[in-house]
């Protein structure tokens, strides 16, 4: 069984930073993509970064320049580094990797979601 771990989450003022932390943990052959997905009340899940195993990014325009997606491959652990936060930045924010579980099996896992909360 595979789990995925978040925490950081919080409630900081707009211009604030935080930093968000996911955790792999369980029978792991290797993770491929690890991303950064957020849910905002009355909308649809976006994707706000990806970061697959070659090491290159991928960001939502909305977070351009202000969110940063990292990697710890020997931690199996990915981080979203969030500055200049925003009111509109509020939201749940899922932690989300395609894992391969056995030679032939990769499945896409889940967090449990963090709230992320920003004041204005």
């Known amino acids: 069984q595979v789990q995925l771990v978040e925490s950081g989450g919080g409630l900081v003022q707009a211009g604030g930073s935080l930093r968000l932390s996911c955790a792999a943990s369980?029978?792991?052959?290797?993770?491929?993509?690890m991303d950064w997905y957020r849910q905002a009340p009355g909308k649809q899940r976006e994707l706000v970064a990806a970061m697959p195993s070659d090491g290159r990014t991928n960001y939502a325009d909305s977070v351009k320049g202000r969110f940063t997606i990292s990697r710890d491959n020997a931690k199996n652990t990915v981080y979203l580094q969030m500055n200049s936060l925003k009111p509109e930045d509020t939201a749940v924010y899922y932690c989300?990797?395609?894992?391969?579980?056995?030679?032939?099996?990769?499945?896409?896992?889940w967090g449990q979601g963090t709230q992320v909360t920003v004041s204005s």
């Open positions: 369980g029978s792991i052959f290797s993770i491929n993509a």
């Open positions: 989300s990797a395609q894992i391969q579980v056995s030679r032939m099996n990769f499945r896409r896992y």
